[in-house]
T-cell receptor, first 112, second 112 residues
Framework: SQTIHQWPATLVQPVGSPLSLECTVEGTSNPNLYWYRQAAGRGLQLLFYSVGIGQISSEVPQNLSASRPQDRQFILSSKKLLLSDSGFYLC???????????FGPGTRLTVT | GESVGLHLPTLSVQEGDNSIINCAYSNSASDYFIWYKQESGKGPQFIIDIRSNMDKRQGQRVTVLLNKTVKHLSLQIAATQPGDSAVYFCAETHFGNEKLTFGTGTRLTIIP
């Protein structure tokens, strides 16, 4: 069966520090991968998605970037965090040919 | 629809009663719909889906109804339990689209 992992689970970082969040998927090949952000009490905002290694589509201009160095690995990065980057970051995957996405456990980021 | 900046609407239901959560969509091309459940501090969890060639689909204690004429989707939860307390999101997409469009979300609270 398929499994999705995200780490770390929680993170507290000072303004101006770098960020690296990692997401990996097991049990599938060549999935679509997604990064979402969710502010407290709000809906889901799609940040990036990838349909293959090295292929990244950006949905929202910001100081974040994403990379997909391996088929089942998706990384969200920032060189300098802003206070507004605080939130709950969710990674999701889906198989080709189906629509439903499956979400990871999320990373709660607090920028201080 | 756009869900990022909106506060979540809320619904409170007595334990054991049935609940109905509604969702409106705007894209006439949408042909696939999903309901997700998100418990506090966790990633959204797939509940049930429905294709546009159907108007009703049932799962365990849940029923999704689709009215394409008025672009309306609903999730009915029968005999609600405390574990049903969560935020529920609808999502829609169409063939060939790599992304899901999420609704605002509704916070369901089950009153013991």
């Amino acid at each position: 069966s398929q499994t999705i992992h995200q780490w770390p689970a929680t993170l507290v970082q000072p303004v101006g520090s770098p960020l690296s969040l990692e997401c990996t998927v097991e049990g599938t090949s060549n999935p679509n991968l997604y990064w979402y952000r969710q502010a407290a009490g709000r809906g889901l905002q799609l940040l990036f998605y990838s349909v293959g290694i090295g292929q990244i589509s950006s949905e929202v201009p910001q100081n974040l970037s994403a990379s997909r160095p391996q088929d089942r690995q998706f990384i969200l990065s920032s060189k300098k965090l802003l206070l507004s980057d605080s939130g709950f970051y969710l990674c999701a995957w889906r198989d080709r040919g189906v629509h439903e996405q499956y979400f990871g456990p999320g990373t709660r980021l607090t920028v201080t | 629809g756009e869900s990022v900046g909106l506060h979540l609407p809320t619904l409170s239901v007595q334990e054991g009663d049935n609940s109905i959560i509604n969702c409106a969509y705007s894209n006439s091309a949408s042909d696939y719909f999903i309901w997700y459940k998100q418990e506090s501090g966790k990633g959204p969890q797939f509940i049930i889906d429905i294709r546009s060639n159907m108007d009703k689909r049932q799962g365990q204690r849940v029923t999704v109804l689709l009215n394409k004429t008025v672009k309306h989707l609903s999730l009915q939860i029968a005999a609600t339990q405390p574990g049903d307390s969560a935020v529920y999101f609808c999502a829609e997409t169409h063939f060939g689209n790599e992304k899901l469009t999420f609704g605002t979300g509704t916070r369901l609270t089950i009153i013991p």
